[in-house]
């Protein structure tokens, strides 16, 4: 594989730079699972089972399941993405968030990774006009990194507190596939269902008024879709 090479996005070095985001089938979208937050739920829930894991910091962050083994993302076909929604986690590619400082998430740039085999594409979008301003898409970008940055803080702050009223429980997934073989997901979380119906007073507005509920329910009933993967993988 090859080596990633980032470079800070700038008018300078990338004025004539196109990028190909018609085309997801990249070793970047090889993956079984992506990042999601909160605002995407009302949306994410109607095509992808949606679970809560932990970052390397400890932090809990929301995940779309896209296959059930490493590296395989069954929402491609081709080039093409199998949903009417694509994740913003997904859509951001191949740029990603610099940020020199974890505690200043304004302070942060906009990188792209050169070496993805969707840049440089003749075909493809620029990134600024002639006159050195940004094109629509990639404002469509900015816009992409700024829900993604926000978005990541709020939902941190939710599964936070949710983990603190001791809400969630580990869950492990073991798939039993028609073709006999077995498909394990380990280090998933979700809502402990019993727990969040027995909530009363202080804890059950903290839990409305916060969102918690809500997501609580989009993430279960976003289950379902567990089906359609392993319907998937059968049919590859």
Known sequence: MSKKQYELVNTEAHNDLKINHKNFNIKDNHVNACVVVASELSTLIHEYPIFITKRDDGNYQLTALLGTETGENL????????????????????FHAFIPDNNDL??????????????????????????????????????????????????????????????LEQVSLNIDLPNGEKANINGLFTFDKQKVTALKGKA????HDSGILQ??????????????????????
């Not at 993405?81 to 997904?90: E, M």
């Not at 059950?204 to 839990?207: E, F, P």
Request: glycine residues 6%.
């Open 106 to 167: 304004s302070k942060g740039s906009i990188a792209i990774d050169i070496s993805s085999e969707n840049v440089g594409d003749p075909t493809g979008e620029l990134l600024f006009t002639a006159n050195g301003e940004t094109t629509d898409y990639f404002k469509r970008i900015e816009s992409t990194f700024s829900q993604l940055m926000g978005g990541t803080a709020y939902t941190t702050e939710l599964l936070k507190l949710a983990s603190d009223l001791e809400l």
């Open 215 to 236: 997501i609580c329910h989009l993430i279960l009933s976003s289950s379902l879709h567990l089906q359609k993967l392993i319907n998937w993988k059968m049919n590859k």
């Open 75 to 94: 929402y491609l076909d081709g080039s093409k993405w199998r949903s009417t929604y694509i994740p913003l986690d997904i859509l951001r590619k191949p």
């Open 204 to 207: 059950l507005k903290q839990c």
